[in-house]
């Protein structure tokens, strides 16, 4: 069974960091894309950061360019999400999931890890 | 970015046929999905390029549409389907998913 577990998120002050792992399990890590997805409280979904299969590639939009850096470490079955220079707007439950062009979606989700940041 | 645009809510009586739709500002080929998001609960995927139905997904789920139009169709509607339904488009860059429309069961 496919387990995306998120950790790290908590309350931080604005331009402070923070730093978002998800352990994976239940499937060959070191074969799938993987992406960070995040919610804000009761609205909508928006697509953070991608990195490749092997880490070679990444993707951020372009808000968290340069503040955000998306790696893996593929020994470990895990990923990673390092938040710079946060601000209130980055306030948001932050999702660790699966992106595969076997859908070409995002096809496994984590429970979330709210980020709060707040003075 | 690439705007899908959703109905905010929808309520439907358990048993009937229910369409949500989305149409994107520009054309996103088939690469259309879509996701359903129950309260309290992370997204799950249901469909995916605009009429593949995911693994362990119930057929009463379809899906239709190509280009900037696309519609998920739950048929019949049960309690359980109570949601926010959310579309997403990975053809355009950055990926962006819609404001979601709400599922209201009678």
């Known amino acids: 069974e496919v387990q995306l577990v998120e950790s790290g998120g908590g309350l931080v002050q604005p331009g402070r960091s923070m730093k978002l792992s998800c352990a994976a399990s239940?499937?060959?890590?070191?074969?799938?894309?993987m992406a960070w997805v995040r919610q804000a409280p009761k609205k909508g979904l928006e697509w953070v950061a991608y990195?490749?299969?092997?880490?070679?590639?990444?993707y951020y939009r372009d808000p968290v360019k340069g503040r955000f850096t998306i790696s893996r470490d593929n020994a470990k079955s895990t990923l990673y999400l390092q938040m710079d220079s946060l601000r209130s707007e980055d306030t948001a439950t932050y999702y660790c999931?699966?992106?595969?062009?076997?859908?070409?979606?995002?096809?496994?989700w984590g429970q979330g890890t709210l980020v709060t940041v707040s003075s | 970015d690439t705007v899908l645009t959703q109905s905010p809510a929808l309520a439907v009586s358990p048993g009937e046929r229910v369409s949500i739709s989305c149409r994107a500002s520009?054309?996103?080929?088939?690469?259309m999905h879509w996701y359903q998001q129950k309260p309290g609960q992370q997204p799950k995927l249901l469909i995916y390029?605009?009429?593949n139905l995911a693994s362990g997904v119930p057929a009463r789920f379809s899906g239709s549409g190509s280009g900037t139009d696309f519609t998920l169709t739950i048929d019949p509607v049960e309690a359980d389907d109570t949601a926010t339904y959310f579309c997403q488009q990975s053809w355009n860059d950055p990926f962006t998913f819609g404001s979601g429309t709400k599922l209201e069961i009678k």
């Open positions: 390029k605009a009429s």
């Open positions: 520009e054309g996103v080929n088939s690469y």
């Open positions: 999931t699966i992106y595969t062009t076997d859908y070409w979606g995002f096809a496994y």
């Open positions: 990195i490749s299969y092997d880490g070679g590639s990444t």
């Open positions: 239940g499937f060959t890590f070191s074969n799938y894309g």
